[in-house]
């Protein structure tokens, strides 16, 4: 399952129920996007450097909204990360 880019209504995204991450993992997003902090995240089977910018939920899922090293802004399914 690809972990990037939301997309409102897209099919694969939505055939997979959301599964919540641990509060630990969620937190330590949250203090990244606070803190301005890059953090080292497993996206799609690549370890990529990303900041965090915000944590939030929209239609029963968690997102992530980063910035990659690139400049690219990157909305992420929180179910989809590994730490």
């Given at each position: 399952m690809v972990a990037v880019r939301e997309s409102r209504g897209?099919?694969?995204?939505?055939?997979?129920?959301?599964?919540?991450?641990?509060?630990?993992?969620?937190?330590?997003?949250?203090?990244?996007?606070?803190?301005?902090?890059?953090?080292?995240?497993?996206?799609?089977?690549t370890t990529q450097r990303?900041?965090?910018l915000d944590v939030y939920t929209r239609e029963g899922a968690e997102w992530l909204q980063a910035r990659s090293e690139a400049g690219e802004t990157l909305t992420l399914r929180l179910d989809r990360l590994a730490f």
């Open positions: 897209h099919p694969a995204l939505n055939a997979v129920p959301y599964r919540p991450i641990a509060c630990a993992d969620h937190e330590r997003l949250e203090f990244a996007a606070l803190t301005k902090q890059w953090l080292a995240l497993r996206v799609d089977g990303l900041l965090p």
